[in-house]
Antibody, heavy 123, light 110 residues
Framework: EVQLVESGGGLVQPGRSLRLSCAAS????????MHWVRQAPGKGLEWVSG????????TYADSVKGRFTISRDNAINSLYLQMNSLRAEDTAFYYC????????????????WGQGTTVTVSS | QSALTQPPSASGSPGQSVTISCTGT?????????VSWYQQHPGKAPKLMIY???KRPSGVPDRFSGSKSGNTASLTVSGLQAEDEGDYYC??????????FGGGTKLTVL
C-alpha cells in the first residue's frame, strides 16, 4: 500500500523550532519529487516547499524562505521539514505529498498525501 | 507569490454539470501545462482529481474533466452526485520550481 505518514507536530512557542518527518512506503521513494503543503485552520491549501527526487532541486514559498529547510533521505524513504523561528502564522496542518510525475518532473500533480500533522505556534 | 483566483463557491443540482475556474497569469497557469485539481472533504487530506491540465488519475470518475484556455484553467464536474460536494483547489507550477494553489471553491450539491 502506498502510504505517507507524518510525525513531529505539536505545540511550540514563537521563535522556537520543530522538525517534521514523513515516512514513505509502498513506492520507489527516490523516483519522485516530494512536497510539503499546509492548511491553516479554516483556510485553504498553501504550498510550503518541494524537493526533487535526488535533492538537486529545492524551493520554498516566500512565507517560509530562510526559516524552513526541506531535506530527504532516500536510503530510509524519509522526508523532513526543519522549521525554525516559528511564528503564529505558521500554525497549520502540515501534509507531505508525493508528486506523480517521476524523475522528469518537479510538480506534475500530488497523487499521494499523508494524513497530516498539526503544528500550533503559541505562547 | 499571489494565489491563483477561484470563485469561493459553486453549486448545482444532482445530475447537472458545474464548472470551476482558476485564473492565474502567463507565469503560472498560462505558461505551463502543469495545472492540477484537488478535492477535499472535511477533516480529510486532499485528493488529486486532475493533473497536467486534463489527465485523470486511475480511480477518478470520468465525470471529472479539466481544461485550460490562456491563463484560466477549468474543472468540470458532470452528472453531479452528492459525494462530489466538498472543497476544490486548483494548483499550478509557477516557474523557478515554485508552486501556487488557488484559494479554493466550496462546491455544494443542492
Amino acid at each position: 500500500e502506498v502510504q505517507l505518514v507524518e510525525s513531529g507536530g505539536g505545540l511550540v512557542q514563537p521563535g522556537r523550532s520543530l522538525r517534521l518527518s514523513c515516512a514513505a512506503s509502498g513506492f520507489n521513494f527516490d523516483d519522485y519529487a516530494m512536497h510539503w503543503v499546509r492548511q491553516a485552520p479554516g483556510k485553504g491549501l498553501e504550498w510550503v516547499s518541494g524537493i526533487g527526487w535526488n535533492g538537486g532541486i529545492i524551493t520554498y514559498a516566500d512565507s517560509v524562505k530562510g526559516r524552513f529547510t526541506i531535506s530527504r533521505d532516500n536510503a530510509i524513504n524519509s522526508l523532513y521539514l526543519q522549521m525554525n523561528s516559528l511564528r503564529a502564522e505558521d500554525t497549520a496542518f502540515y501534509y507531505c505529498a508525493k508528486d506523480t510525475g517521476g524523475r522528469r518532473y518537479y510538480y506534475y500533480g500530488l497523487d499521494v498525501w499523508g494524513q497530516g500533522t498539526t503544528v500550533t505556534v503559541s505562547s | 507569490q499571489s494565489a491563483l483566483t477561484q470563485p469561493p463557491s459553486a453549486s448545482g443540482s444532482p445530475g447537472q454539470s458545474v464548472t470551476i475556474s482558476c485564473t492565474g497569469t502567463s507565469s503560472d497557469v498560462g505558461g505551463y501545462n502543469y495545472v492540477s485539481w484537488y478535492q477535499q472533504h472535511p477533516g480529510k487530506a486532499p485528493k488529486l482529481m486532475i493533473y497536467a491540465v486534463s489527465k485523470r488519475p486511475s480511480g477518478v470518475p470520468d465525470r471529472f474533466s479539466g481544461s485550460k484556455s490562456g491563463n484560466t484553467a477549468s474543472l468540470t464536474v458532470s452528472g453531479l452526485q452528492a459525494e462530489d460536494e466538498g472543497d476544490y483547489y486548483c494548483s499550478s507550477f509557477a516557474g523557478s520550481n515554485n508552486v501556487k494553489f488557488g484559494g479554493g471553491t466550496k462546491l455544494t450539491v443542492l
